[in-house]
């Protein structure tokens, strides 16, 4: 700003001295053209030219208009002066004998009037040449251009004081702006330093609407967006922690019975055959254990990657349904179980993968029956509306605790670790049933209370995943 202010004032004041200086010479020789051209002035100049005493005469009519000249004998003086040689005969001014030979005296000698203008003299001049009987004459008017140089000074002290004061004033203005500029660019500073320390607490908050403003909001944008990455980086890495935990106790535990009934087999060669097939069937039923995990695991793995391929197609989703209830209900007998299966409505053709499907409800199914105690009532019942079909499985079961109902859906969660483990269960099923109810653009939900009973419920829209 004070170069600007040092650049514009010096351009203004070159250019207002400059037209100072043509304003003063122009209106000097207009001013002059003006009182010569008047045919009275030139008819008395003329006419003293052809009488005696004739240089005197003529000094005393330009007298006579000296008002209209601007002849101050201070700076504007006017003089008479030898046609021939240009010697001064007479005047306003001090010069005797002849004075400085200019352009428009010698155009004036020459017989032709002198209104010659040069800019880049100290001085500025009018000869007009006056022919009479006594001889040749020049009408000689000078200016010194003092006015001109005492304006100029003045007009140059005002400028360098509005200068000073322009300045002055324009450092304080940026004193002032650079501060409320700097102000909230050193709290975006200090909140940057934060965010870069794992701080975020805290956010700058302006309400301008300028650039500053905007940069502000834009800051506290990245920063919440920055430190909502961040959380989601260390839930993730606290769900890795659980996972790879829950993994390494999940598969330990197969692990260990197998190790002790094979040490076992190997430490005692004279066991019953009897007992030798039942340590064997551990080991096989662990085993088998393992292999669920390990394939749950894979299948999780592979839709966390996204690589698992649907077979959408249309398909009666009321066979499947049945299918599932027949495939369930020797084990369901098995513990003495009321199994019942019912539609509430007529089910429509549906689009999906009519193998997932299946396996969402088996697993459905599978819980009802391991975690509802002999001699239990199981029931399935399906129907539809106007663009899904829904299905759900009820059991009068062990239930499960109000807070722990959110936790379902999460990977190994069991709310009896022991009965699950005795089961075969891995704590994986639900999570994949919702990962394949997700992928058909479904919805799974589960109501239980302690001791009551489950209902877990989904719904297939008719039309398939809106992607097929």
């Known amino acids: 700003m004070l170069l600007i202010i040092l650049s514009l004032m010096s351009v203004v004041g070159a250019f207002l001295m400059n037209e100072i200086r043509s304003f003063y010479l122009d209106d000097f020789y207009e001013k002059m053209k003006t009182v010569f051209e008047n045919q009275g002035l ?6 003293a030219a052809d009488g005696p005493d004739a240089a005197k005469h003529m000094a005393e009519i330009v007298q006579l208009y000296s008002g209209q000249l601007g002849i101050d004998s201070r700076s ?16 306003s001014g001090s010069e005797e004998g002849e004075l400085a030979m200019t352009p428009n005296i010698t155009t004036a000698i020459g017989g032709e009037e002198g209104y010659i203008s040069v800019q880049s003299a100290d001085y500025m001049d009018v000869a007009l040449p006056i022919s009479g009987s006594t001889g040749n004459y020049i009408v000689y008017i000078i200016d010194n251009k003092s006015s001109v140089r005492e304006l100029s000074s003045a007009m140059f002290e005002i400028i360098l004081e509005a200068l000073l004061i322009g300045l002055a004033i324009a450092a304080l203005l940026s004193l002032l702006l650079a501060k409320t500029m700097v102000t909230p660019i050193q709290s975006l500073t200090r909140a940057a330093e934060r965010v870069a320390a794992g701080d975020f607490s805290q956010k700058p908050d302006f309400g301008s609407e300028d650039e500053i403003g905007i940069l502000t909001r834009t800051f506290n944008s990245m920063a919440g967006q920055l430190e909502d990455t961040l959380n989601d980086l260390t839930k993730s890495e606290q769900m890795r922690r659980e996972f790879v935990a829950n993994v390494s106790h999940e598969l330990r535990t197969p692990i260990t019975s197998i190790r002790s009934y094979a040490e076992t087999l190997m430490e005692n060669s004279d066991l019953p055959p009897q007992t030798e097939r039942d340590f064997l069937g551990v080991i096989v039923k662990e085993s088998d254990r393992m292999t669920n995990i390990v394939s749950d695991l894979l299948t999780l793995s592979r839709f966390d990657a996204g690589s698992i391929e649907f077979q959408f197609e249309r398909f009666s989703i009321k066979k499947a349904i049945s299918d599932v209830y027949n495939s369930m ?41 391991k975690y509802t105690r002999d001699g239990g009532r199981i029931s399935i019942t399906a129907g539809a ?12 079961g062990i239930g499960i605790p109000t807070e722990d109902v959110p936790k379902v859906f999460d990977r190994f969660y069991r709310v009896d670790k022991a ?31 302690i001791g009551k009973g489950t209902t877990i419920t989904v719904t ?6 809106h992607e097929n």
Request: no cysteine; charged share 20%.
């Open 42 to 47: 030139a008819n008395d100049l003329y006419s």
């Open 460 to 465: 297939f829209p008719v039309e398939g995943p």
């Open 385 to 396: 509306n106007a663009d899904a079909v829904w299905i759900s499985v009820r059991d009068n």
């Open 76 to 91: 504007r003086n006017y003089y008479i002066l030898s046609g021939d040689t240009g010697a001064v005969l007479g005047g």
């Open 329 to 369: 209900l020797m084990e369901a007998q098995k513990h003495n179980h009321k199994f019942t299966l019912e539609f509430k409505t007529e089910l429509p053709e549906i689009v999906g993968d009519n193998a997932r499907i299946e396996q969402v409800l088996i697993n459905m199914v599978s819980n009802a029956v």
């Open 419 to 449: 009965r699950s483990r005795e089961s075969g269960g891995t704590g994986l099923g639900l999570s994949i049933a919702k990962e394949i109810v997700t992928r058909h653009n479904g919805t799974i939900a589960l109501d239980s209370k």
